[in-house]
């Protein structure tokens, strides 16, 4: 196996096309995501996620574009990348009929850098019972010994797609806790597909959001939250919101508009600048997300104005 350069990106995808017969489900996306990070991979159902995490492992072909996992193209060396990769999916399936011990002896061979003991420790922290058969584990024992499957080979990069979805809330809370012990602790890097918005956001690093086959923004947690806003100000002072600004969405508010921009601080200034009152609202990462995938500009409100750039 070759050495892993370590300041080359764990993901880096360029201009990738995708399509299933007519429907053309990637469209020219790119994204990079930086070793050592939680990486959150944001997108409607459908919008191409895990045709996206099945391309990072080989399992299926890209039609036009580049991809490199670990600095490896999945397409050519499939193996090589698994080698070195740990996935865990919400619909994993594991050999009912074995016991949870067995299941770990099993996969051993297919994994040269694979650690029994790490695993034993990862099954002992999970709570994972060894002794009883897959079939008659819970959910959330099932998704906490995919984990240390995924695991137990000490793998550079983590792909996580959807794995907490069935779990009840307090369950999903327990996956993130051992998420962040022990993937971030140990400075892995974690690529995390997930509807759970309100959960990924304490954990992740930096999102992407997918629409319509292509990556419309990527950011730093923090720095999203810093620069996607909510305004509530006169439907007069649309205009006056500044070229900086980037309507995401719009709706009435009474005598109001309510606008959700990218680039709020340029839009905020503007404001002050030109005396208009206003309030601004923080928005969480489920909202930015919404405002980005399904919001709306209502193009009566704008009026006639051209100073303001429209997100599509």
């Given at each position: 196996?070759?050495?892993?350069?370590?300041?080359?990106?764990?993901?880096?995808?360029?201009?990738?096309?995708?399509?299933?017969?007519?429907?053309?489900?990637?469209?020219?996306?790119?994204?990079?995501?930086?070793?050592?990070?939680?990486?959150?991979?944001?997108?409607?159902?459908?919008?191409?996620?895990?045709?996206?995490?099945?391309?990072?492992?080989?399992?299926?072909?890209?039609?036009?574009?580049?991809?490199?996992?670990?600095?490896?193209?999945?397409?050519?060396?499939?193996?090589?990348?698994?080698?070195?990769?740990?996935?865990?999916?919400?619909?994993?399936?594991?050999?009912?009929?074995?016991?949870?011990?067995?299941?770990?002896?099993?996969?051993?061979?297919?994994?040269?850098?694979?650690?029994?003991?790490?695993?034993?420790?990862?099954?002992?922290?999970?709570?994972?019972?060894?002794?009883?058969?897959?079939?008659?584990?819970?959910?959330?024992?099932?998704?906490?010994?995919?984990?240390?499957?995924?695991?137990?080979?000490?793998?550079?990069?983590?792909?996580?797609?959807?794995?907490?979805?069935?779990?009840?809330?307090?369950?999903?809370?327990?996956?993130?806790?051992?998420?962040?012990?022990?993937?971030?602790?140990?400075?892995?890097?974690?690529?995390?597909?997930?509807?759970?918005?309100?959960?990924?956001?304490?954990?992740?690093?930096?999102?992407?959001?997918?629409?319509?086959?292509?990556?419309?923004?990527?950011?730093?947690?923090?720095e999203l939250r810093r620069d996607v806003k909510q305004i509530?100000?006169?439907?007069?002072?649309?205009?006056?919101?500044?070229?900086?600004?980037?309507?995401?969405?719009?709706?009435?508010?009474?005598?109001?508009?309510?606008?959700?921009?990218?680039?709020?601080?340029?839009?905020?200034?503007?404001?002050?600048?030109?005396?208009?009152?206003?309030?601004?609202?923080?928005?969480?990462?489920?909202?930015?997300?919404?405002?980005?995938?399904?919001?709306?500009?209502?193009?009566?409100?704008?009026?006639?104005?051209?100073?303001?750039?429209?997100?599509?």
């Amino acid at each position: 196996m070759n050495p892993i350069d370590k300041n080359m990106a764990a993901i880096d995808i360029q201009a990738v096309h995708k399509s299933f017969r007519q429907n053309e489900v990637l469209r020219g996306m790119s994204l990079r995501v930086e070793r050592g990070h939680t990486f959150a991979f944001l997108g409607r159902n459908g919008a191409g996620k895990t045709t996206t995490i099945q391309m990072l492992l080989g399992l299926l072909d890209r039609d036009e574009g580049s991809i490199r996992v670990l600095g490896l193209d999945p397409e050519k060396e499939p193996l090589a990348v698994r080698a070195q990769v740990g996935y865990l999916a919400e619909d994993q399936t594991m050999y009912g009929w074995m016991k949870c011990g067995d299941i770990l002896r099993f996969l051993a061979p297919f994994y040269p850098t694979w650690d029994h003991e790490l695993a034993l420790k990862y099954a002992k922290d999970f709570e994972v019972p060894l002794q009883q058969k897959i079939k008659h584990l819970s959910k959330g024992q099932n998704v906490r010994l995919g984990l240390v499957m995924a695991l137990a080979h000490r793998p550079e990069l983590v792909i996580l797609d959807d794995p907490a979805l069935g779990l009840d809330p307090i369950m999903r809370k327990q996956f993130n806790r051992d998420l962040i012990t022990h993937l971030q602790g140990e400075g892995r890097t974690v690529f995390y597909s997930s509807h759970l918005l309100y959960e990924v956001e304490p954990v992740a690093d930096v999102v992407a959001i997918l629409k319509e086959g292509k990556i419309v923004r990527q950011a730093a947690t923090e720095e999203l939250r810093r620069d996607v806003k909510q305004i509530f100000l006169p439907r007069e002072a649309m205009a006056m919101l500044g070229e900086e600004a980037s309507l995401l969405d719009t709706r009435p508010d009474g005598e109001e508009v309510a606008v959700t921009v990218e680039g709020a601080a340029g839009a905020i200034e503007a404001l002050r600048r030109e005396g208009v009152e206003h309030r601004v609202v923080d928005l969480n990462l489920d909202e930015i997300f919404e405002a980005y995938v399904t919001g709306k500009v209502d193009e009566g409100e704008i009026g006639k104005t051209e100073r303001i750039a429209i997100v599509t």
